[in-house]
């Protein structure tokens, strides 16, 4: 007979090797092992991690217009309810450009990409020319800039749905497209361990293990942004309605954990909703301000991307001007609402920011390629926190919140 404490080992062990990351993990001790014992072989797997950014790069554009297009073409839905939904509106774009605000500036101070020897070496070997900004032309940029180009003609598309009779057929269309091309990318996301590999072993055997470096410093300074800004903004913002988010924290911690499990925010939709409600918030209130906040109140995903963004730059020695700076906020202020909550999308997302850019290059995606997995739980658990955060506030602010058995 099994030991109750063996099955228990075993199952969760079957857990463990059923996960992405299990193997993306795998992949990186296998390309830092070859890298450092093999540098010549490893440098030969470049092909596998450019493939992948290369195969990642397709979903760019359908990826930005689709959640561009359905997020703004929804508000329509968000009129009917007036008031809230512009405060819910206002409030998501006022938090999560803090958040963007903030992992620019944690970038700037810490500067994890900042270290001599390994950035002279990655711009010694790279073909990359540094764009001079007091050349910088904003007619001549958006000309040659197919994202951007993209990004408006959504915008415009969106609002023209707002007002058009066929509003529904429309959205009805572009929501089964949607889930088409988030399957497809779901499925070439399975191919993240072999592009991790081809990154970080071509990474390591052209620049040598101090590369591991600057990979840990943004690892640690996202994890301890997030940890600040949940503790910290949010906390402040419900110490202001009188709330703990500590209290708010452990009563969603089975939510929590089956974000950790999955990577994503999007399995737990449906059971922060209900939390929510149980919580004291109204059901229009949660059934309006939850689901728009997974395209519109990305908090976690919009601290990695500009954090991501400046990385890369600082690894290539690339000095941003404040017009630069301020131009990389106004992207990712448009960009970040397009991560959704599917695993792999905000890789996707940071491509297309590098890409409408034009200042920082795309092929530095490929340094971000063996932790970008281990960076994701982060964005989705704080995602998560920041939509439920939000839902409180929008209910108290509307006398729409009668504290539950759940809430203290």
Not at 275 to 299: I, Q, R, W
């Amino acid at each position: 007979m099994t030991a109750p404490h063996s099955t228990t080992i075993k199952t969760w062990w079957q857990q463990v090797i059923s996960h992405l990351t299990f193997y993306v993990f795998i992949a990186i001790i296998a390309a830092i092992a070859l890298g450092y014992f093999a540098p010549a072989t490893a440098v030969k797997m470049e092909w596998m991690g450019k493939g992948f950014i290369e195969l990642i790069k397709f979903f760019i554009t359908p990826i930005i217009f689709l959640t561009i297009v359905l997020g703004i073409s929804s508000i329509g839905n968000l009129k009917k309810v007036g008031r809230i939904g512009f405060k819910a509106l206002l409030y998501f774009e006022i938090v999560t450009t803090l958040a963007l605000a903030i992992g620019i500036i944690v970038a700037l101070v810490i500067q994890p990409g900042n270290i001599n020897k390994t950035a002279l070496q990655i711009q010694d070997a790279t073909v990359y020319t540094k764009p001079s900004a007091a050349h910088f032309n904003w007619i001549q940029f958006f000309e040659n800039n197919l994202t951007l180009q993209v990004l408006v003609v959504s915008i415009i598309i969106g609002i023209i749905l707002n007002y058009s009779r066929h509003r529904e057929k429309a959205i009805h269309f572009l929501n089964r497209i949607s889930v088409y091309v988030f399957t497809i990318l779901k499925y070439v996301m399975y191919l993240a361990p072999l592009g991790a590999f081809g990154g970080m072993a071509y990474t390591i055997g052209k620049f040598g293990l101090h590369t591991l470096i600057p990979l840990a410093k943004l690892m640690g300074c996202v994890y301890l942004t997030m940890f600040l800004f949940v503790f910290l903004v949010l906390g402040s913002i419900m110490k202001y309605y009188k709330l703990s988010v500590w209290q708010f924290l452990k009563n969603i911690s089975e939510e929590l954990l089956l974000v950790l499990g999955t990577s994503s925010s999007e399995p737990a939709l449906p059971l922060i909703m209900r939390k929510l409600e149980k919580m004291g918030c109204s059901k229009s209130v949660v059934g309006l301000v939850v689901p728009t906040g997974y395209s519109f109140n990305l908090d976690g995903t919009s601290i990695y991307l500009s954090m991501a963004t400046l990385f890369i730059a600082q690894l290539y020695q690339i000095h941003l001007s404040w017009e630069q700076l301020l131009l990389l906020l106004m992207i990712l202020m448009l960009t970040s609402k397009g991560a959704a909550g599917v695993t792999g999308s905000g890789f996707i997302i940071l491509a297309s920011t590098l890409t409408a850019m034009h200042t920082i290059p795309v092929e530095g995606l490929a340094f971000l390629l063996g932790i970008d997995k281990f960076m994701s739980e982060a964005r989705a658990i704080t995602n998560l926190i920041g939509n439920g955060v939000a839902t409180i506030v929008i209910a108290k602010s509307e006398n729409e919140f009668h504290e539950g058995s759940e809430m203290i």
